[in-house]
């Protein structure tokens, strides 16, 4: 089979949920080719996109989060627009996806893919303009990447919605989403987190971390967000000697930089920008604290690290936090004091550690690609 994979560049969650899929179709002896979605429309409109969703995020959290929570307005402009222009749209942002729709299908037309799958809402919108326009002929699938449904599910039809947990079914049927067309299969993650290195061997291959400390793995997303500065300074204050930390910072050079200057001389903290060795550090430390990102935090649970999650990104990210909370998977933290008290505690808690692992283990599907490959498998032979 050739599959092909949508991905777009508002964060790495998406794109990092393509490659486990397509790392698993190459497993198989399938072909399958990861596209921007949105470069269907230009690399300058892609790249606009992203970087203005980005920028939203680092400046505006809180209008974002009202943005994402706003899931019910945007049809009431879109039939102001239908009206006006004779047209039949559903959401604006479908209305502007629905542009690029003819260089999308001479592309999976040319290279002859047999089904598509789409870890992002916008192609997905795409996609069923497609097929309501009886252009589109092959099966079709949507990654969610969160424990919530993404604003805009409700824009898309005739694609089958990949489900990241049976509990968020009913929010997806709220939505407008047959409940024939959710397959709660989990959120996909690289091999790579299935077979994790001991605790031991992770450790020797770090400089700096022994065996008998306590090790802090900090993760502040793809694109380095937070207050990982003082939540790294902090803890550090607080706890022993044998207590270190793995920072990892992303692309976020500035804040690489900012910690390595103020806490590089303690000898107690790794500072590293972005890397493809998250499994080997998340296989080293103790325990995890990370922004309640889709993939970070289900990568981390399939490992089965004990989760801290910090302050979430208004929206999706709270929605995760609140879905891990609940089940026991993740202690929910929004202070840095509230953070830096819950590491302390954690990393100093074997029994509590067990508890989480143990609540991750029975709600997070460790193979949820393969799951998700063998349905894509199965709707399109």
């Given at each position: ?251 976020n050079t500035k804040l690489k930089e900012e910690m390595e200057e103020k806490l590089g001389s303690t000898g107690r903290i790794i500072v590293l920008g972005f890397t493809d060795q998250v499994p080997l550090y998340l296989a080293a430390c103790d325990i995890i604290m990370t922004k309640p990102g889709g993939l970070t935090t289900t990568e981390a649970a399939v490992m089965n690290v004990p989760l801290i999650h910090t302050s979430p990104i208004p929206g999706c990210e709270t929605a995760n936090a609140e879905f891990f909370q609940k089940r026991h998977m993740a202690i929910k933290t929004t202070t840095t004091e ?44």
């Open positions: 089979m050739n599959i092909l994979i949508l991905s777009c560049n508002t964060g790495g969650g998406h794109n990092t949920a393509a490659k486990a899929l397509a790392e698993e179709l190459s497993r198989r002896g399938h072909t399958s080719e990861i596209v921007d979605a949105l470069a269907f429309g230009s690399q300058l409109y892609s790249d606009l996109i992203c970087k203005s969703y980005i920028e939203m995020i680092k400046v505006a959290p809180k209008f974002f989060g009202k943005v994402y929570n706003t899931k019910s307005k945007q049809g009431e402009v879109t039939s102001e627009i239908e009206e006006k222009l004779g047209i039949d749209l559903k959401t604006p942002v479908y209305a502007i996806n629905s542009l690029y729709e003819k260089e999308l299908l001479d592309f999976i037309e040319e290279k002859h893919f047999d089904a598509v799958i789409a870890c992002h809402i916008y192609p997905s919108q795409t996609l069923t303009h497609l097929y309501r326009h009886d252009k589109l002929h092959i099966p079709a699938f949507f990654i969610n990447t969160d424990y919530d449904p993404t604003p805009m599910v409700e824009d898309i039809e005739n694609i089958t919605v990949i489900a990241a947990h049976k509990d968020v079914i009913p929010g997806f049927i709220s939505r407008g989403v047959p409940e024939n067309m959710i397959f709660p299969a989990g959120i996909p993650v690289s091999a790579r987190f299935n077979n994790p290195l001991s605790k031991e061997t992770a450790r020797a291959k770090i400089d700096g971390i022994n065996d008998d400390d306590k090790v802090i793995l900090l993760m502040s997303g793809s694109m380095g967000f937070g207050n990982s500065v003082e939540i790294a300074q902090k803890i550090l204050e607080s706890s022993d000697e044998k207590t270190k930390i793995i920072a990892i910072t992303g692309s509230e953070t830096v008290q819950e590491a302390v505690r954690l990393v100093n808690d074997p029994f509590l550690c067990e508890q989480i692992k143990e609540a991750q283990k029975h709600y997070i599907n460790p193979f949820a690609a393969r799951d998700i490959i063998d349905f894509v498998l199965s709707k399109t032979n």
